[in-house]
C-alpha cells in the first residue's frame, strides 16, 4: 500500500497489515497514519492524493463556519474509528482557494471521498462521527 507523506510529500510503501501500526515517513520520520485528520493545502493536495491508495477523506471547512467547527471533534473521532482504513484529511477552503474551487465547492462542510486521486462521492452537511464512518465505509 502506497502512502504518500503530508509533510514532505514522500511516498512510503507500507505493508496492508502494518496500516495500524503508526507508521512513520521513511524520509522525514513524521507519521504517516496516527488516527489523526491531515491537513491538506493547494500546495501538497495532488502530491499526497494521488500517491496515498487508502481512500482519502476530505473535509473542507472554514474556521468562521459555526457547522464546520461543531463536526470537527467528530471528524477526529471518525479519524480514529478510520484509522488504517482511510486517511481523512482537511482543507481550509478560505486558505486554498484552488482546491476547493477544482471541486466546485459551494457549501461548507462538504466532504469529498478520492480513490485513487479520483472523486468517488461526497456529501454536504454536519454528520456526527457514526454517520461519518458509515459513509465512508459504504
Ligand atoms: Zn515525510
Not at 39 to 63: G, H, R
Not at 91 to 98: E, F, K, R, T
Amino acid at each position: 500500500m502506497l502512502i504518500a507523506c503530508t509533510h514532505c510529500t514522500a511516498t512510503n510503501r507500507v505493508p496492508d497489515e502494518r496500516l495500524a501500526d503508526d507508521p512513520v515517513c521513511g524520509r522525514c520520520g513524521e507519521a504517516l497514519l496516527d488516527g489523526r485528520p491531515v491537513e491538506l493545502t493547494d500546495a501538497n493536495f495532488d502530491a499526497v492524493v494521488s500517491k496515498t491508495e487508502l481512500p482519502v477523506v476530505v473535509d473542507f471547512w472554514a474556521p468562521w463556519c459555526g457547522p464546520c467547527r461543531s463536526m470537527a471533534p467528530q471528524f477526529e473521532q471518525a479519524a480514529r474509528q478510520l484509522k488504517g482504513r482511510a486517511l481523512l484529511a482537511k482543507v481550509n477552503s478560505d486558505d486554498n482557494p484552488l482546491t476547493a474551487a477544482r471541486f466546485g465547492i459551494r457549501s461548507i462542510p462538504t466532504m469529498v471521498m478520492l480513490r485513487g486521486g479520483l472523486e468517488a462521492k461526497r456529501l454536504s452537511g454536519a454528520l456526527r462521527a457514526p454517520q461519518i464512518v458509515g459513509w465512508v465505509a459504504h
